[in-house]
C-alpha cells in the first residue's frame, strides 16, 4: 500500500546518525512499494544534505550521488497546491509546525498512512485517523 514518506525516514537513509531500525525498514519496503511527499519535501531533503556538507559530514560530490539515489526510488511529488491556511489550521490543531502540517495534510487527501519518525507527526497521523507505517513495516 503507498504512504506518504517523511523525511525523518529519509534523511536516516544516508546521515549515519540519523540511522534507525526504522528508516532502514522502510527503505526495504520502497522495494515492493511506492510513496508519495509533498512538494516542499525537495527543499527538505537538498537542506538536510546542505548541512551535511557544511558540517563536513559529507562531501558535496556525495550529496549529489545521495540526491541521484534517492530520485530514483519509486517516490512522487505531489504539486498539489494547498492553501497556506489550511496548513495553518492543520499546524495548530495538532500542534504541528506548517512543514509537519504539509505531510498530514497530503495524508489527510490521499487517505494514507504515513512513515515518520517525528514524535508530533506520528501523534498527529494517529489522531486524524490515517495512522502511521507500523515499524515492521
Not at 531533503?45 to 551535511?52: C, I, P, Y
Not at 498512512?113 to 515499524?135: M, Y
Request: net charge negative.
Amino acid at each position: 500500500m503507498p504512504f506518504v514518506l517523511d523525511n525523518s525516514v529519509v534523511s536516516g537513509w544516508f546521515i549515519q546518525n540519523q540511522a534507525t531500525p526504522y528508516s532502514e525498514a522502510i527503505a526495504i519496503r520502497l522495494q515492493d512499494d511506492r510513496a508519495v511527499v509533498p512538494a516542499l519535501w525537495e527543499l527538505e531533503f537538498s537542506n538536510v544534505l546542505r548541512t551535511a556538507c557544511l558540517r563536513k559530514v559529507m562531501t558535496a560530490q556525495a550529496a549529489q550521488s545521495v540526491i541521484a539515489q534517492v530520485v530514483s526510488l519509486p517516490i512522487a511529488v505531489d504539486r498539489h497546491a494547498v492553501p497556506p491556511s489550511e496548513l495553518l489550521a492543520l499546524a495548530l490543531r495538532f500542534g504541528l509546525t506548517t512543514y509537519g502540517a504539509a505531510y498530514l495534510e497530503l495524508a489527510l487527501r490521499l487517505q494514507l498512512p504515513i512513515a515518520t519518525l517525528d514524535v508530533p507527526l506520528r501523534e498527529a497521523a494517529l489522531a486524524s485517523g490515517v495512522g502511521t507505517i507500523a515499524p515492521t513495516g
